[in-house]
């Protein structure tokens, strides 16, 4: 009877194959990512506007949204009676930043006055926890935030006149830092 040795196999051969699998799959993954890459192009707001997202307080963000939300039961409320709803009232009715409760004390308790049938002037005790709000309602309704101290009510409410007396418009943009786009 003969013997026969046998070698076993070296694992040289296919540690390379592996390693090269695992380059092959690297350099795939790397290439779809550069190829699926989109550049974040973050726009700028001018002077004299604030970024509701970048710019403003937690407290201020809470208000505007609150502000965005009520603006569409005000326009109903308007289109009922034909004249724009006191503060009172919607404080009465519980909206939000209106109503006097632990929210609106937290975010700077502001005082609410209706600006003849044109605007809403929320006026901050504390403008270091948020500023003053001026909501004007018009075809396009927008939002103006005032961060100092003592702010009267404004007699003209033109861009030009609230920028002159310290007010800033506040927008929302909405980019890649905001939202993705899924394509399915």
């Not at 046998?6 to 092959?24: D, K």
């Not at 700028?44 to 569409?72: F, N, P, W």
């Not at 009232?89 to 409760?101: M, N, T």
């Amino acid at each position: 009877m003969s013997t026969q040795v046998v070698r076993p196999a070296g694992a040289g051969h296919e540690t390379l194959y592996v390693l090269l699998l695992c380059l092959l799959i690297l350099t795939v993954a790397g290439s779809v990512v550069a190829w699926r890459h989109e550049s974040q192009e973050v726009t700028s707001v001018a002077t004299h506007q604030l970024d509701a997202r970048r710019d403003l307080t937690a407290a201020e963000q809470g208000i505007y949204a609150d502000l965005r939300v009520t603006l569409d039961e005000i326009q109903l409320l308007r289109e009922e009676s034909s004249t724009l709803p006191q503060p009172a009232q919607l404080a009465e009715e519980g909206f939000a930043p209106f109503a006097s409760d632990a929210s609106s004390v937290s975010r700077g308790n502001h005082a609410w006055q209706l600006l003849g049938q044109q605007a809403y002037l929320g006026v901050s005790p504390n403008p270091e926890v948020a500023g003053s709000f001026l909501m004007r309602i018009a075809d396009q309704p927008d939002i103006w935030l005032n961060r100092q101290h003592a702010v009267s009510p404004p007699v003209d409410l033109s861009d030009a006149a609230l920028n002159q007396s310290g007010w800033q418009q506040v927008i929302a943009q909405f980019d890649a830092g905001v939202t993705r786009q899924h394509r399915h």
